[in-house]
């Protein structure tokens, strides 16, 4: 009796590592474990006679069926290892890495927007607060205020867009500086980015376009102040190595007035660009990139600061002139014809 | 302002090369904006010789000439003109040559002869309209001279971009004395005599209204032979863009490019009753100005009048019943101060800006004006034969009173942040012209009749600079000081709009740009009320003629451009003010941050391993939803709507009760309209009103004890919307129910019904739900479903 259970344990190791060897699939293993090794399994069955034999008979056949177990057991575990182990290999060799993705869309900011944002920065980091106001105006706000009283022949160097007689399409964000002026009090520090409308449609101007303008005001601001804070927006934005120019020039609102130019970003200031003129700064070397001056004493009559305690500075850049010569867009057009192909390259 | 080089010369004797003076004009905020070089043209034009001239053999009107072109060349040339003559010496196209209007000068056989070049009329060459015949030369001059040499032409010519302040620089004597001073060099005024003779020119009568004419002085030039200008005027207006007209015309022309002082000829026997009124029009007057044009008038036009009519626009253009014509023989010749203001009223009113207009708009020197009527009054009797009447009818109701201006030096190196020496003030001051007073503290510093821009000290400070070279001036670094207050008062707006578009980006959409102003008809065409739109008055066009009051035809242009462009796939945003009419406002105009996003074509990129499908509702739905999370505004009810003009279906978007925009598909007529080729989803939000809504992010603490989930699947007939059936549910506050959203839905075909499966998901805040509570919760709601909606289990 004893050894015909003995024979059947001892033959199990054989059947399993035949069953083994011809399943290849963990499915196909864990249905062995099952059948040999499981709780109603061939080993159970076995195990379940034991009790059958004669006491003395037990401890012998009980030790047989352990090491059976034991061989099993690791016989199915190296089988499972070598299946996984197979599966991973299998996987590695089809594996593809070329295959396409789920790539979620890439969205753009547009590059209006984008170089806006980099100027604001470079001034709140310097710690001007950014204000933002109306894009219809009014005419003290954009012009009065401003020292452009009606009729002021300065009035011609922004064709403006009417509303009415007294209300108009800011040409400029200095409005924003007024408004600011009038309800605070110095000293002061702003830069008003945003949206400006001239009278005005040809190749090198588009009637709605965007600025930066920006104005201090304290006791004891200089002009090398000015020029100081236009050279860190410059070097930042252009880089380290690009040269600043102050030109003396006239807008209503500052005295002095200067314009800035920098030295060309294309041709690097020689005025020629592969043996050719250069076609950005048109062989000068330098390319203006804004408008500048300290406030005019009477703005501040204007907007109620004693002449004679405060100075500021102000300027003014435009937007898209600087992106175009970041990115070298040609067309000042495409800004605002929003082709996705163009907004793309922006993202 | 075009300044003819060779003029300029002959107030400074400046040698030096032409870039040098450029730059340093720029720099002296006088930019050089491009060297015209106007007789360009003629460079290959020489002066010819004609040797022999012989009679075609075989065309009557042809000439056959042998002529000199220098350098013992001598060439055949066939000239159709009647005055060609041996000895002659004439203007010669070689061949090479390229005529002003084209033409290449080519050997030719002109009738069997060889004709190797081009005898020149005015015409050919561009210099008049004279083509009676070739242009005959001085006969002194070499031959194989160029031409231009020869005619001594104004050959280099800047074009300096004048800013308004500087009204002193509109003239060649105001520019060389910027020369002067910036190369020392001495200024010499052009020396000329007066001449008077004949009967004296007097009891004539000036009466100028005195708050808009401060001077205005009349001479009298009789027995004037009006012809064509000499050479030298004609070209040298030419080269500065004018048109020559007749000897009298050109000299105020040339008169007011020299010094700046514009002049207007009267002819004299047309000027009735021996008196000029300088007067206002009346409303509703006409009048006929030189050019031809009737005009209609205001109370506040200047006008000039004889004893019986209006003669001139006073400072902007003469009239055409007192112009010289081809038979006058007397010249009045006006030279007076107008006000700025009128003057430039008038102009930009009518639109008639002339050379004229511009000085005195800018303000003329009041001290120069009597040279400059003297200068012209010599020349007219020099070059039209005339003679200068004794005497000069004048009124000056407002003699010029000089400015006088404090000037304290060391406030130009404090402004300036330089240090400028008294010295460098001083001289450069006087270099301007002004006279200074130094004997105390401030300096006072009178400044010259022609810079009526010097009033205050910082105008001083601001010559002082220019001349130092503003480029002079260090860079420091300002300390920016602020209050507390300041820091806390920051606008938001810019930030919360930044953070919006990140958003946007971050989801896949492009930011678009588009102009504030649209076409009336865009707007009509969304079906836009037309109250409360905001109009310009002087429009670009018609498309740009009225501020958007919704963003929206802006993202349907985009979507248009694209949809041309075969950019099918669009998924933008744009955030710009919606401007609508308010009175309250100061400005008329209530401004609205606006959000719009616009979905349009395939709902992925449509490659592998995506599914195909157009975008629809729960694309746009989705994106809002998801700015209102990023946002933290709190969940948002959509609720659909009637009659919105351009959305069809329409849904309401609405937040802490309030709405805050619309979504829904654009009707398909307006799709079709912008070229759409799918369905176009949009969605409009007030940020305004999001930026005040965004709430505080409030921590909860993790739950400590799992969710038990249960799916329910009922039977709904198609009208009965999910979001009824969630409220339904809703509406029992249960306590423990956590969550319920649909998970699957199954529409049987050609059913009415369908299987709506939702996930309940229960949660106890202290303890491990039990199935059993659960069971009991479920059965709760779906009685209440029941009893509630149309609905069924299966």
């Known amino acids: ?347 | 302002m075009l300044l003819s080089l060779n003029w300029l010369r002959e107030f400074v004797p400046y040698t030096g090369e032409v870039q040098t003076l450029c730059d340093r004009l720029t720099m002296l905020g006088l930019e050089v904006e491009e060297i015209r070089y106007p007789f360009a043209p003629l460079d290959k034009i020489v002066v010819g010789h004609v040797v022999e001239r012989v009679a075609h053999p075989s065309a009557d009107h042809l000439s056959c000439c042998k002529v000199d072109l220098g350098y013992g060349e001598i060439v055949d040339i066939v000239c159709g003109a009647p005055n060609v003559a041996s000895g002659q010496k004439v203007p010669v196209a070689p061949i090479g040559a390229v005529m002003p209007d084209g033409l290449a000068i080519k050997k030719a056989k002109l009738r069997g002869q060889v004709s190797c070049g081009m005898i020149c009329s005015e015409r050919e060459l561009g210099l008049s309209e004279d083509h009676s015949g070739i242009m005959v030369l001085d006969a002194n001059l070499q031959p194989g001279m160029a031409l231009a040499e020869a005619l001594n032409l104004d050959q280099i010519v800047l074009d300096v971009g004048i800013t308004p302040n500087r009204a002193d620089c509109l003239s060649v004597l105001g520019l060389a004395r910027e020369v002067a001073m910036a190369f020392n060099l001495p200024l010499t005024m052009p020396q000329f005599d007066v001449l008077e003779q004949g009967e004296a020119f007097e009891n004539f009568t000036i009466d100028p209204d005195p708050h808009l004419c401060s001077l205005y002085q009349a001479r009298c030039i009789r027995n004037v032979q009006i012809g064509p200008s000499p050479q030298w005027l004609r070209y040298r207006l030419l080269a500065v863009g004018l048109r020559p007209i007749n000897n009298i015309v050109d000299t105020t022309n040339y008169v007011l490019m020299e010094c700046g002082q514009p002049l207007h000829a009267f002819d004299g026997d047309k000027i009735l009753g021996h008196c000029l009124r300088v007067q206002c029009a009346q409303d509703d007057m006409e009048f006929t100005t030189l050019d031809g044009q009737k005009r209609q008038l205001t109370k506040d036009d200047l006008l000039i009048w004889d004893a019986k009519r209006p003669v001139a626009l006073a400072g902007v253009m003469g009239g055409a019943n007192s112009e010289i014509s081809d038979s006058s023989s007397t010249v009045f010749l006006e030279s007076a101060v107008f006000h700025p203001v009128s003057v430039r009223r008038t102009a930009r009113r009518l639109g008639l800006s002339s050379d004229a207009s511009y000085r005195f708009e800018r303000g003329v020197d009041h001290i120069c004006n009597t040279w400059a009527m003297n200068r012209a009054a010599s020349l007219m009797a020099q070059l039209a034969g005339g003679a200068v009447a004794p005497g000069v009818a004048r009124s000056e109701p407002r003699p010029f009173v000089a400015t006088h201006i404090s000037y304290t030096p060391a406030k130009a190196s404090t402004l300036l942040g330089l240090s400028l020496t008294n010295d460098f003030s001083h001289q450069t001051l006087t270099q301007l012209g002004c006279q200074i007073d130094d004997t105390q503290l401030p300096w006072t510093v009178t400044a010259p009749s022609y810079r009526l821009d010097l009033v205050r000290e910082v105008d001083l400070i601001e010559e002082v600079a220019r001349v130092y070279g503003m480029d002079q001036i260090p860079a420091t670094l300002p300390a920016v000081r602020k209050t507390l207050d300041d820091l806390t008062l920051v606008d938001p707006t810019y930030d919360f709009i930044n953070e919006v578009k990140d958003w946007g980006r971050g989801v896949g959409l492009a930011e678009v740009v588009n102009y504030s102003f649209v076409g009336t008809a865009d707007l009509n065409k969304l079906g836009l009320s037309e109250l409360g739109r905001v109009h310009i008055c002087n429009p670009l066009s018609e498309e740009m003629n009225v501020l958007r009051t919704e963003i929206a035809p802006g993202l349907l242009h985009t979507l248009r451009h694209n949809m041309s462009q075969d950019n099918v796939r669009v998924r933008i945003f744009e955030i710009a003010h919606a401007f609508v009419h308010d009175g309250s406002c100061d400005t008329a105009t209530k401004e609205n941050n606006r959000l719009g996003i616009l979905l349009h074509g395939n709902r992925f990129p449509g490659r592998f391993p995506y599914t195909e499908g157009t975008v629809g509702y729960a694309d746009i739905k989705g994106l809002v939803e998801h700015l209102l999370l990023a946002i933290h505004v709190g969940s948002p009810k959509f609720v659909q709507g009637v009659g919105h003009p351009y959305l069809s279906p329409e849904v309401e978007i609405q937040v802490q009760g309030q709405s805050i925009g619309r979504l829904g598909k654009m009707r398909d007529d307006l799709a079709d309209f912008y070229l759409a080729r799918h369905e176009a989803w949009y969605a409009d939000l007030d940020l305004d009103l999001l930026m005040h809504m965004r709430g505080n992010i409030v921590f909860r603490p993790l739950p400590r004890f799992p969710v038990v989930r249960r799916d329910m699947t009922f039977i709904a007939p198609h009208d009965l919307a999910i979001g009824d059936i969630i409220d339904t549910i809703m509406a029992l506050q249960e306590p423990l129910l956590e969550d319920v959203y649909l998970v699957n839905v199954y529409e049987p075909a050609e059913s009415s019904a369908r299987n709506l499966s939702f996930r309940f998901v229960f949660r106890h805040p202290e303890k491990t739900l039990k199935d059993k509570e659960v069971d009991k919760i479920t059965a709760r709601i779906s009685q209440h479903l029941l009893k509630q909606l149309p609905v069924h289990f299966s």
């Open chain 1, 1 to 347: 009796m004893a050894s015909n259970i003995i024979d059947k344990l001892e033959s199990l190791v054989p059947e399993l590592t035949s069953a083994l060897g011809q399943a290849s699939s963990l499915e196909e293993v864990e249905g062995i474990r099952v059948r040999f090794l499981g709780r109603k399994g061939l080993l159970a069955e076995l195990m379940s006679q034991v009790t059958t034999l004669a006491p003395e008979e037990r401890p012998m056949v009980g030790k047989i069926a352990n090491q059976a177990k034991a061989a099993m057991t690791s016989l199915w575990e190296d089988k499972v290892t070598a299946i996984k182990s197979q599966k991973q290999q299998h996987g590695l060799e089809i594996f593809d890495p070329s295959s396409p993705s789920w790539r979620p869309d890439l969205g753009s900011i547009h590059p209006i927007t984008k170089v806006t944002r980099e100027i604001c920065s470079v001034f709140t980091s310097l710690g001007f607060d950014v204000v933002s106001g109306p894009e219809v105006e009014n005419d003290f706000n954009n012009f009065e205020a401003l020292n452009m009283p009606l009729e002021h022949p300065a009035r011609d160097m922004q064709d403006t867009l009417y509303i009415s007689d007294s209300i108009l399409m800011r040409t400029h964000t200095s409005p924003l500086q007024v408004r600011t002026m009038l309800s605070r009090k110095p000293p002061l520090a702003v830069i008003a980015p945003g949206k400006v409308y001239r009278r005005d449609s040809d190749l090198t101007h588009t009637p709605m376009f965007h600025q930066v303008e920006g104005l201090l005001v304290g006791k004891d601001v200089t002009m090398a102040d000015l020029r100081g804070i236009l050279t860190a927006f410059v070097h930042k934005v252009f880089g380290q190595d690009i040269k600043v120019r102050f030109r003396p020039s006239f807008f209503p609102f500052t005295e002095p007035s200067a314009e800035v130019d920098m030295s060309c970003v294309l041709c690097g200031g020689t005025g020629r660009k592969d043996e050719n003129p250069c076609r950005v700064c048109k062989e000068t070397g330098w390319v203006e990139i804004l408008g500048c001056g300290m406030v005019d004493p009477a703005v501040f009559a204007k907007v109620g600061y004693d002449p004679d305690e405060y100075v500021g500075f102000a300027f003014g850049l435009g937007v898209e002139r600087i992106t175009m010569l970041k990115y070298g867009v040609g067309d000042l057009r495409m800004f605002f014809e929003n082709d996705l192909r163009f907004l793309g390259q922006f993202a």
